[in-house]
């Protein structure tokens, strides 16, 4: 079974840039995550979808950032204008929400550097 | 909203011996969710153990197993017969069954010396 798809792995970009991150959940999960996890700190929950349906999405700068689940599926994340601050790596994640069990799985992360 | 503590920044313990990660949580919900999650350097977040608060058996997973205190909203993991491989940041997070909102904790960064 494929696992969460992320990309770019890595991206370097200039503040007041704007950058896309991409995230194929694995297939059939319905709930899809961002987190933004800082060096030394524990992951932060930015947005929260179920099927293409916005769960929680507390924490998400929506001056800057923004998200969006087309169709119940592939999701993207976008920041414009980028700020050093943002400086992280972004988790897609998702998961089966049923009695089989609720696990969060993740995907490898995509690290970004603003300059 | 829920808060997820984990007091160990750094840990360190011998190749062969016993550790425990500790980790308390703060919730108002009677059901509820609980994980430990490893991250090697590579940095994929991996699932380690997972236990319903519904549950009153502590649960394990080869080496790995939990000691779930509900009462004292204390979630410890233990791991037995540590080996270089469990090297990793561990994050203990908490998962509520209304649409399954997560929180998790800063991490404990485990060092296992040969």
């Known amino acids: 079974e494929a696992g969460v798809a992320q990309s770019p792995r890595y991206k370097i970009i200039e503040k007041r840039q704007s950058v896309a991150f991409w995230c194929n959940p694995i297939s059939g999960h319905a709930t899809l995550y961002w987190y933004q996890q800082i060096l030394g700190q524990g992951p932060k929950l930015l947005i929260q979808f179920q099927n293409n349906g916005v769960v929680d999405d507390s924490q998400l700068p929506k001056d800057r950032f923004s998200a969006e689940r087309l169709k119940g599926v592939d999701s993207t994340l976008k920041i414009q204008p980028a700020k050093l601050e943002d400086s992280a790596v972004y988790l897609c994640?998702?998961?089966?929400?049923?009695?089989?069990?609720?696990?969060?799985?993740f995907g490898e992360g995509s690290w970004l550097t603003v300059v | 909203a829920q808060t997820v503590t984990q007091s160990q920044p750094e840990m360190s313990v011998q190749e062969a011996e016993t550790v425990t990660l500790s980790c308390t949580y703060d919730?108002?919900?009677?059901?509820?969710?609980l994980f430990w999650y490893k991250q090697p350097p590579s940095r994929q977040m991996i699932l380690v153990i997972r236990?319903?608060?519904?549950?009153?058996q502590n649960a394990t997973e080869n080496r790995f197993s939990v000691n779930f205190q509900k009462a004292a909203k204390s979630f410890s993991l233990k791991i037995s017969d540590s080996q270089l491989g469990d090297t990793a940041m561990y994050f203990c997070a908490f998962m509520n069954t209304n649409a399954g909102k997560s929180t998790f904790g800063d991490g404990t960064t485990l060092t296992v010396k040969p």
């Open positions: 919730t108002s919900e009677n059901n509820y969710y």
């Open positions: 236990q319903e608060a519904y549950k009153q």
């Open positions: 994640a998702s998961s089966f929400w049923g009695d089989s069990g609720n696990t969060i799985y």
